[in-house]
């Protein structure tokens, strides 16, 4: 029968002698990205007329937003909706009116451009405009950092307690990537200066283009990590 190999203790051994630490780091950086969130609605009594209304006001805002061109990260269509409306009042099933949406996203990496966009966005008729909401891209290398940051951290950390005892590390035994994340797009709060705007289209003029302060991003990665060290003399 073959024996089981013993586990290992958590705790080390008199003659490996463990050391268990935590690596922080916490940086800030400028956003990368911006997104926007746009709904266009239409509203009427036929529902052919009204379908008609939307997808006029949705190409409208599509051709829009291509014409900025490169400071257009992204562009998606998401939810669509031709929803009736029934009258409170009266017998059967007696359609009221018909409401009518499209929801678009839209990435930035341009913050003038932005501004720009979404401020003529919010000029058309029954479209209403979110956001900005900041942020990193996934492949930024401010990530790396902060990681490379948290695990120098943390071998310093286990050095200094090694020195307190008057020796110094062996191995490194375990590295556990606890905590790294960053602000996303969901939950993020809007932008000083943009709010939620739903305009129906009733100024004459071209409005002003709107100065939008970039959110710095907050960064934030944590280590665990596990060595040996050599046996001190107490």
Do not use: C
Not at 41 to 47: I, L, Q, Y
Not at 49 to 67: E, F, H
């Amino acid at each position: 029968m073959t024996p089981t190999p013993a586990e290992p203790t958590p705790f080390g051994t008199p003659e490996a002698p463990r050391i268990a630490v935590r690596g922080e780091a916490h940086l800030e950086a400028d956003p990368e990205l911006a997104r926007i969130g746009i709904t266009v609605s239409a509203r009427g009594t036929d529902r052919r007329a009204t379908l008609d209304d939307l997808t006029r006001r949705n190409t409208g805002v599509l051709d829009l937003v291509k014409t900025y061109g490169d400071a257009v990260e992204n562009l998606e269509t998401g939810a669509f909706s031709l929803t009736p409306e029934f009258a409170k009042h009266g017998r059967g099933e007696r359609i009221r009116t018909h409401h009518g949406r499209v929801h678009v996203t839209v990435d930035l990496t341009n913050f003038t451009a932005l501004g720009e966009l979404a401020t003529r966005l919010a000029d058309l008729d029954l479209t209403s405009v979110d956001g900005p909401w900041w942020s990193l891209r996934p492949t930024s290398p401010v990530h790396a950092q902060a990681r490379r940051q948290a695990v120098h951290e943390a071998v310093q950390r286990a050095r200094e307690y090694a020195d307190a005892l008057g020796t110094t590390l062996a191995a490194l035994v375990e590295l556990a990537d606890v905590a790294a994340e960053d602000h996303s797009w969901t939950g993020r709060e809007l932008a000083r200066g943009m709010p939620r705007a739903a305009f129906a289209g009733d100024t004459p003029d071209s409005a002003p283009a709107l100065d939008l302060e970039p959110e710095r991003q907050h960064v934030h990665a944590q280590v665990n990590a596990r060595f040996t060290m050599h046996p001190p003399q107490l």
